[in-house]
């Protein structure tokens, strides 16, 4: 999957190559990374909440002899990825870790399950990209949102397939998935800035304190309009009727950009 994205060839010789996939010490370059619709195709892992208090837990898929379709079990978290990519999922929020009174006993009168999926591909992708190219400079493009998705779940894909007649046709239930089906995750934005600066050793979880800070990275998240006003030449790509493809299509779309700096403040 590295390959794909890469914005150069990496031979056995390069150092990158070395530090990518054999563990070695690579020469440190500034470079540049660019990632377009790779994000929507990492894997993710789904969590579960029977309501608004009850703590999270892995989703796993098992298949019964008794069954012929296969069925969700729900276990304690216990993955680290899935755990740290939790808990910086909740840092935004106050209060995570003591639920007032008021809120437990609203959540057991009117229980709402939750259902989340995270990014985990994404983040142990950019980890591995952090630890080999801590100068790297990031530009990644992705859908922001997809329309009409019917799985359920906060950052729910949309899974489609072909029938025979051509005509696509939309799951509304993941694990009837099967063969050739395709699966189109949205990126969460926020989240992956989040993301983007843990792994680069600048945001820091509560159990991370004692550990040493990274240098803080420059970001920005722009709508795919902005990014191309700013960076491209759609005065070359207006049509005689006013059409413009660069600023006028991909909506959904969103462009995000990370940079090294010295600065530590």
Not at 96 to 101: H, L
Not at 129 to 150: E, G, R, Y
Not at 166 to 173: A, W
Not at 196 to 219: A, E, I, M, N
Request: proline share 7%; glycine share 4%.
């Amino acid at each position: 999957m590295i390959m794909r994205f890469m914005a150069f060839t990496l031979y056995d010789s390069h150092p990158c190559y070395l530090k990518l996939f054999t563990g070695g010490d690579g020469e440190q370059q500034p470079c540049w990374l660019i990632m377009l619709e790779v994000l929507d195709n990492l894997p993710h892992d789904l969590i579960y909440s029977e309501n608004q208090a009850s703590p999270w837990m892995e989703v796993w898929v098992e298949k019964q002899l008794d069954r012929e379709g296969l069925s969700e079990l729900y276990k304690p978290l216990q993955d680290s990825l899935i755990k740290r990519c939790v808990e910086i999922l909740e840092l935004d929020k106050s209060n995570t870790r003591q639920k007032s009174i008021v809120s437990k006993a609203w959540s057991k009168l009117f229980p709402k399950p939750q259902r989340c999926w995270l990014p985990t591909g994404c983040m142990k992708l950019l980890e591995v990209l952090h630890a080999a190219l801590p100068k790297m400079s990031l530009i990644a493009s992705d859908f922001s949102f997809l329309p009409d998705v019917k799985i359920p779940g906060e950052r729910a894909p949309l899974v489609s397939t072909k029938q025979k007649d051509g005509r696509s046709s939309d799951y509304s239930n993941y694990l009837d998935a099967k063969g050739d089906a395709d699966i189109f995750f949205p990126t969460d934005f926020w989240l992956l800035e989040q993301i983007d600066h843990y792994c680069s050793g600048w945001l820091k979880l509560p159990r991370d304190k004692s550990s040493p800070q990274g240098k803080k990275r420059r970001t920005i998240t722009l709508d795919t309009s902005s990014f191309m006003e700013e960076f491209g030449l759609p005065s070359k790509t207006r049509t005689k009727d006013g059409y413009n493809p660069l600023l006028d299509d991909y909506k959904n779309t969103k462009f995000y950009l990370s940079v090294p700096t010295h600065n530590t403040k």
